[in-house]
């Protein structure tokens, strides 16, 4: 107990790096934010900003849950199959019973998410099978089922009801449902991370996980908790992504996983554990979503994007590590003195 | 775990002989060869069997490679987007006037290209994940085929190129003869050589292999431009099996032949498996793939089948084979105090 206390405390000391790459986040940001709006002047007006957020809602729910997969070292490849299976569900549900409660139709995808969550938890957890490895039979497993679940065919927009298309075009309070459901999420899973005992646990086993063994965490539980989660966000995400694109197919999502580590390795979350921060990551997803929504207005050709987007990736990944070097050499250099 | 014998040679034995992963390959290998032929007639013949064999073995070049770098302890998920880019690469430079044998050369060379720059970053910046690298340069590789072709299509190869995957010698598919030569070569080279020992030190423990003087950095770079240079075979094969490329070209082919190396019984933590398990899970998938679509199964059904395939070899290894030698994340010893010394007697 008292060593848990404890390790935020260190945490707070150890994060002068951290805060300073979270600060470079947004400068980088910033001179992008800068330089599209040179570029083109509707990038910095309300209804763009409105869009780009609406558009990066769903990456960032999804991003919440992969940044605690990665905390614990593990790596989830089938959040993009889970999508597609729980919005297709949740589409072909609303079709046989249009005058089903949205909110019925949300529950029923995030319980897609939970049992493909939890067999992959159980997997990691349980038999010791590699994450990467767990995640990509299952990927494949989920996809197959969606397909053969819808037969081939897509659910269209005139087979959804209007209550459940308006699940995530709707507003309350004048903001985007998406956008509050997000942020919702980031709210809770900030708290969660940082001032829960649970959460704390989380970072332990992901940044030492025979420390965490040792001193009695239980490690088994929280590797499948935060698998579960992961399936059930992907399974929520996958709901929104239906209803915002009014349209559910085999191939929703495919290879939307991918985006999802990017925004978590952009935002500084450690792929090999440990490591990783709600702020940042919002500056990620952020930062991600920008790169997607800016470039077509700044005139870059579609087929660039991609490529942008890989090298904006590699380029954090490296910055990260030279930072943490440089900062190390510091220290060490302070030592000896 | 009383006492621990240090020995090159493991000891032979009938039971240890019997007692391998490949044999339940094969039986599964027996299985799935019975299903088709009693699924569809025309399935059990040599003929069909031999020549359909140019329907899948282009992806297999990669599968050997892969194996290293798996035995290594890494991964490697751009392979796909490096067949996609050097695929691409030829077929504009070939179309922009460069005769089809230099097109082809050019092929192999950026297909190494890419692995090199993978295996150059990866020993830069050793903090970083093997997964984490090659998934930015999956990315960024085929953003640059994207940005080279956009969304069009390039081919019109001359006749003769179609030949490297369609023609046969007598019987057999020229594509199997070229996957054959291969195979051995790279069974030679991981079983055979001082490189193929380095490759296991390395994968069993990094730092020990360092530390008695491997040069740990010069091995890993050369699986990577190895696995590049195969994954230009594997976009010669393709592109002359299809006519013409396209910047998509390939898409998920890492899975696949990931799954197919695991499936073999290379273990993912490092430093066990062999050659010839990859190979037969090669067969056994392509013949489930080949058979199953005789009888007009769609591809989702396979999906299904090799994500299960995938999932069951891993948990039998770790379960009944003691496949992880080392376990996975550090520390799993501490929660199963009775199940691991098994391997180590």
């Given at each position: 107990m008292s060593a848990e206390a404890k390790a935020p405390a260190r945490a707070r000391a150890n994060r002068s790096g951290e805060g300073f790459r979270e600060l470079g986040l947004l400068v980088f940001i910033a001179i992008l934010c800068i330089a599209f709006q040179l570029r083109?002047?509707?990038?910095?007006t309300l209804a763009n900003i409105k869009d780009l957020l609406d558009n990066t809602a769903i990456l960032g729910i999804l991003a919440v849950g992969m940044m605690l997969v990665l905390i614990t070292g593990g790596i989830d490849l089938s959040i993009g199959a889970t999508i597609a299976l729980a919005g297709m569900t949740s589409a072909l549900t609303g079709m046989a019973i249009?005058?089903?409660n949205p909110l019925l139709s949300i529950l029923e995808g995030m319980a897609v998410g939970l049992v493909i969550g939890s067999v992959i938890g159980i997997l990691v957890?349980?038999?010791?099978?590699l994450p990467i490895i767990a995640s990509l039979g299952l990927m494949n497993i989920v996809r197959g089922v969606t397909y053969i679940e819808s037969k081939g065919a897509w659910v269209s927009?005139?087979?959804?009801?209007d209550d459940f298309k308006s699940l995530s075009t709707g507003t309350t309070l004048g903001v985007n449902n998406l956008v509050l459901i997000a942020l919702v999420i980031f709210a809770l899973f900030w708290y969660f991370v940082n001032h829960t005992k649970t959460g704390r646990r989380i970072y332990a086993i992901g940044s030492n996980p025979d420390a965490a063994d040792v001193s009695g965490i239980p490690r088994r539980k929280l590797l499948w908790l935060v698998y579960a989660t992961m399936g059930v966000l992907a399974g929520l995400a996958g709901v929104l992504w239906v209803s915002k694109f009014a349209s559910a197919q085999g191939?929703?999502?495919?290879?939307?996983e991918l985006n999802v580590i990017a925004a978590c390795v952009l935002g500084g979350v450690s792929i090999s554990g440990g490591s990783g921060k709600v702020s940042g990551l919002v500056l990620g997803t952020i930062l991600l979503g920008m790169l997607n929504n800016a470039l077509p207005l700044i005139d870059?050709?579609?087929?660039w994007q991609q490529f942008i987007q890989g090298i904006v990736i590699l380029a954090a990944v490296l910055t990260n590590v030279a930072v943490k070097r440089n900062n190390q050499r510091l220290a060490l250099r302070k030592r000896a003195i | 775990m009383s006492e621990r014998s240090i020995s090159v040679d493991r000891p032979r034995s009938l039971r240890r002989f019997f007692f391998q992963w490949e044999w339940l390959l094969v039986l599964i290998f027996i299985a799935v060869n019975l299903i088709n032929s009693s699924l569809s007639?025309?399935?059990?013949n040599l003929r069909s069997l031999v020549g359909s064999t140019n329907s899948f073995?282009?992806?297999?070049?990669?599968v050997l490679p892969m194996t290293f770098v798996i035995i290594l302890g890494n991964i490697d998920i751009s392979v796909a987007s490096t067949v996609a880019l050097s695929a691409v690469v030829m077929a504009v430079s070939f179309n922009a006037g460069l005769p089809m044998p230099l097109a082809a050369i050019l092929c192999l060379v950026v297909g190494t290209a890419c692995g090199l720059l993978n295996g150059l970053i990866m020993i830069k910046f050793k903090e970083l994940s093997a997964v984490i690298v090659t998934l930015a340069t999956m990315i960024i590789y085929r953003g640059i085929a994207y940005v080279i072709l956009e969304d069009q299509a390039s081919g019109h190869f001359?006749?003769?190129?179609?030949f490297l995957a369609w023609g046969s010698i007598g019987p057999v598919p020229l594509i199997l003869i070229v996957f054959a030569a291969c195979a051995i070569a790279f069974g030679l080279l991981l079983h055979k050589t001082s490189f193929g020992r380095k490759v296991f030190a390395m994968g069993n423990n990094l730092t020990a292999a360092r530390y008695s003087g491997i040069r740990t950095d010069s091995v890993i770079v050369a699986v990577s431009a190895l696995t590049g240079l195969m994954a230009g075979f594997t976009s010669l094969f393709l592109s002359s099996r299809m006519g013409s490329t396209r910047?998509?070209?390939?898409?998920g082919y890492e899975l696949s032949v990931i799954a197919m190396v695991v499936l073999g019984?290379?273990?993912?933590?490092?430093g066990s498996g062999r050659i010839g398990g990859p190979i037969l899970a090669v067969f056994i998938i392509g013949y489930l793939n080949y058979g199953l679509g005789l009888v007009n199964t769609t591809a989702n059904v396979l999906l299904i089948i090799i994500g299960s395939l995938l999932i069951l070899s891993v948990l039998v290894l770790n379960v009944r084979?003691?496949?992880?030698r080392r376990p996975?994340?550090?520390?799993a010893r501490v929660i199963a105090?009775?199940?691991?010394?098994d391997e180590k007697a």
């Amino acid at each position: 107990m008292s060593a848990e206390a404890k390790a935020p405390a260190r945490a707070r000391a150890n994060r002068s790096g951290e805060g300073f790459r979270e600060l470079g986040l947004l400068v980088f940001i910033a001179i992008l934010c800068i330089a599209f709006q040179l570029r083109n002047h509707s990038f910095l007006t309300l209804a763009n900003i409105k869009d780009l957020l609406d558009n990066t809602a769903i990456l960032g729910i999804l991003a919440v849950g992969m940044m605690l997969v990665l905390i614990t070292g593990g790596i989830d490849l089938s959040i993009g199959a889970t999508i597609a299976l729980a919005g297709m569900t949740s589409a072909l549900t609303g079709m046989a019973i249009p005058r089903i409660n949205p909110l019925l139709s949300i529950l029923e995808g995030m319980a897609v998410g939970l049992v493909i969550g939890s067999v992959i938890g159980i997997l990691v957890a349980r038999f010791k099978v590699l994450p990467i490895i767990a995640s990509l039979g299952l990927m494949n497993i989920v996809r197959g089922v969606t397909y053969i679940e819808s037969k081939g065919a897509w659910v269209s927009a005139y087979q959804m009801s209007d209550d459940f298309k308006s699940l995530s075009t709707g507003t309350t309070l004048g903001v985007n449902n998406l956008v509050l459901i997000a942020l919702v999420i980031f709210a809770l899973f900030w708290y969660f991370v940082n001032h829960t005992k649970t959460g704390r646990r989380i970072y332990a086993i992901g940044s030492n996980p025979d420390a965490a063994d040792v001193s009695g965490i239980p490690r088994r539980k929280l590797l499948w908790l935060v698998y579960a989660t992961m399936g059930v966000l992907a399974g929520l995400a996958g709901v929104l992504w239906v209803s915002k694109f009014a349209s559910a197919q085999g191939d929703t999502a495919l290879g939307y996983e991918l985006n999802v580590i990017a925004a978590c390795v952009l935002g500084g979350v450690s792929i090999s554990g440990g490591s990783g921060k709600v702020s940042g990551l919002v500056l990620g997803t952020i930062l991600l979503g920008m790169l997607n929504n800016a470039l077509p207005l700044i005139d870059v050709s579609p087929f660039w994007q991609q490529f942008i987007q890989g090298i904006v990736i590699l380029a954090a990944v490296l910055t990260n590590v030279a930072v943490k070097r440089n900062n190390q050499r510091l220290a060490l250099r302070k030592r000896a003195i | 775990m009383s006492e621990r014998s240090i020995s090159v040679d493991r000891p032979r034995s009938l039971r240890r002989f019997f007692f391998q992963w490949e044999w339940l390959l094969v039986l599964i290998f027996i299985a799935v060869n019975l299903i088709n032929s009693s699924l569809s007639r025309y399935y059990l013949n040599l003929r069909s069997l031999v020549g359909s064999t140019n329907s899948f073995l282009d992806m297999a070049f990669l599968v050997l490679p892969m194996t290293f770098v798996i035995i290594l302890g890494n991964i490697d998920i751009s392979v796909a987007s490096t067949v996609a880019l050097s695929a691409v690469v030829m077929a504009v430079s070939f179309n922009a006037g460069l005769p089809m044998p230099l097109a082809a050369i050019l092929c192999l060379v950026v297909g190494t290209a890419c692995g090199l720059l993978n295996g150059l970053i990866m020993i830069k910046f050793k903090e970083l994940s093997a997964v984490i690298v090659t998934l930015a340069t999956m990315i960024i590789y085929r953003g640059i085929a994207y940005v080279i072709l956009e969304d069009q299509a390039s081919g019109h190869f001359p006749k003769w190129y179609s030949f490297l995957a369609w023609g046969s010698i007598g019987p057999v598919p020229l594509i199997l003869i070229v996957f054959a030569a291969c195979a051995i070569a790279f069974g030679l080279l991981l079983h055979k050589t001082s490189f193929g020992r380095k490759v296991f030190a390395m994968g069993n423990n990094l730092t020990a292999a360092r530390y008695s003087g491997i040069r740990t950095d010069s091995v890993i770079v050369a699986v990577s431009a190895l696995t590049g240079l195969m994954a230009g075979f594997t976009s010669l094969f393709l592109s002359s099996r299809m006519g013409s490329t396209r910047p998509n070209v390939a898409l998920g082919y890492e899975l696949s032949v990931i799954a197919m190396v695991v499936l073999g019984g290379v273990s993912t933590a490092g430093g066990s498996g062999r050659i010839g398990g990859p190979i037969l899970a090669v067969f056994i998938i392509g013949y489930l793939n080949y058979g199953l679509g005789l009888v007009n199964t769609t591809a989702n059904v396979l999906l299904i089948i090799i994500g299960s395939l995938l999932i069951l070899s891993v948990l039998v290894l770790n379960v009944r084979f003691g496949g992880h030698r080392r376990p996975a994340p550090p520390g799993a010893r501490v929660i199963a105090p009775g199940k691991a010394p098994d391997e180590k007697a």
